[in-house]
């Protein structure tokens, strides 16, 4: 039993800790704003839109943008509350470990982990390819003649350029984080231009038309589907939300700045808002305008900006269009990069991973350390690898992610406030003594009236906690089945077969019984500077949706993400569960650090008072 409740501890962090940080508190709202929309405004922008039109949605991928967008609202709430509640280092892992355990906490960081090293390493290729199309493939030939790799799995060539351009961001990182926000908001700046460029210039270009095609129009050797703004149906545009809804990953780089942001509380929350909206209306913006121009069957796939201005005669734009791609690709690289030592460091602060990870320069207040091992690491997969069968990798971890910390929203909402003595009970109070079927029925009886709060409990009591802990977790794993009824037995439900049709009613039907229970129970009153709205239905919507893309990922991405698994359950159970910060505090051992300035409380215990008994 012991075993398990080390899996399950939580950490615990108390209102005097949370101002205290090692690392420098200097970013803004306004650098926090353009370090989310830079990391996501990259290569996605130029590309992705004609691809989803041409291949998925057509015209209606304006549409798909929109419900991509309100897919990631939903998720970017719950990290914009998290990050007034726990404004630390380290994103969705300090997330779940705070509210959820140890344990999950580690799957989430060693997955986190993943999604940055392919996300900085598919872009710095990303960004190698876009600039040699403009050499003329002068960069692959020399590379190609200089070091060739005929190995499968591996790029063809050694790709120096990739290998030095994230080395040179690393550094960049590794000097200061103001600096490299500066960096950062400059290019932001430039790759915003050039998009607002592209949407004034192609108004003068629109042919409305283009959005309403009949199929008598469209050519017999290209793939058009039906013509009209459906040309693929609604099926179509929503499995082009699913594609478009990858172009939104990025945001969450915002939540790993807890420690380095002049006010997180305040900051954090509005800097995600205010990415996610900047984001939406350039996407909308920019798909709009090529499926004005150009019509969605003639859609470059590859570089969809720079084709259209070339198919209604301005070649020139081509060029101010790529100047904006190289900016929107070092964003996105120094975006993609700018979380990985952060969530290294929170990881190796509390000891799931090797602690001298952790040390912060005392020069440059960064965890140097954790840069550059992150920074060699990410350059090498650059160089060597051909990451076109990984990138999906990336969604898989961001997505369960966000799951995560919608989950860890909902519970948390509904968690007695001990340091405001809000519990008005103690469920250990209505548990029997000695087993006798009077008081078994007493308890019966407490927990149906609690269910729909009968008493009027205006604070979460731990009996309420405890039912909508449960029920939250119910709702999760009703949401799965949900989705796999949906993906996997589609053409049963559309024929309306009756197991099928019964069983999905039944997960729907449940699933309602539990948010109505939910919605029933005392929420927390404490003060926060943002929560999510309509809890518990917003963060349910939002696991609704994370889990149905993630089950919508191919086997191939599930048999790699078990790998990665596997290595990383390898480095927690013959490390991390023994050298965590919190096993040394259950055993009343002081916490052992690697540096010896350091003001962040490791040799203090980070538990409040009153929840020092709780941790198990």
Known sequence: MLFFERLLRRKYISTSKLAQSNLDRCLSVLDLTALGVGSTLGLGIYVLAGQVAKDESGPAVVLSFLVAAVASVFAGLCYAEFGARVPRAGSAYVYSYVTVGEFLAFIIGWNLILEYVIGTASVARGYSGYLDSLLDKSMTESFRNAIPINLPGLSPYLDFFAFGMTLVLTVILAVGVKESSKVNNVLTCLNLLVVAYVVVCGLFKVDVHNWNIPKSEIPKDVDGGEGGFFPFGFSGMMAGAATCFYGFVGFDCVATTGEEARNPQRAIPISIVLSLIVIFLAYFGVSAIVTLMVPYYDQDKDAAIPMAFLHVGWPVARWVISIGALAGLSTSLLGAMFPLPRVL??????????????????????????????????????????????????????????????????????????????????????????????????????????????????????????????????????????????????????????????????????????????????????????????????????????????????????????????????????????????????LGHEVPTCDSDSEFSERTPMMSNESNGEND
């Not at 909902?410 to 008081?439: A, F, H, Q, W």
């Open 345 to 586: 460091y929170a990881m190796s602060n509390d000891g799931l991973i090797f602690r001298w990870m952790s040390r912060i320069s005392p020069r440059f207040k960064t965890p140097v350390i954790a840069t550059i091992v992150s920074g060699f690491f990410a350059a090498f997969m650059a160089m060597v690898f051909e990451l076109t069968a990984l990138v999906d990798m990336m969604s898989i971890g961001t997505l369960l992610a966000y799951t995560l910390v919608a989950v860890s929203v909902m519970i948390l909402r509904y968690r007695p406030d001990v340091d405001e003595k809000s519990i008005n009970e103690d469920i250990s109070s209505t548990l029997p003594s000695n087993g006798s079927s009077s008081e078994l029925t007493k308890v019966n009886s407490t927990i149906f009236r609690q269910l729909f709060n009968v008493d009027g409990y205006k604070s979460p009591t731990e009996l309420s906690c405890s039912i909508a802990t449960y029920g939250t977790l119910t709702v999760v794993l009703l949401v799965i089945g949900i989705n796999v009824m949906i993906i996997f037995a589609l053409e049963h439900l559309a024929s309306f077969e009756p197991w099928a049709v019964s069983l999905i009613s039944v997960f729907v039907v449940l699933t309602v019984f539990n948010i109505v229970v939910i919605c029933f129970q005392p929420s927390s009153r404490k003060v926060l500077s943002f929560k999510v709205p309509w809890v518990p239905f917003v963060p349910a919507l939002s696991c609704l949706v994370n889990t149905h893309l993630m089950l919508k990922l191919s086997h191939a991405t599930w048999l790699r993400f078990g790998v990665w698994m596997s290595i990383g359950f390898f480095v927690y159970f013959l490390y991390g569960c023994s050298n965590s910060s919190e096993e040394y505090r259950r």
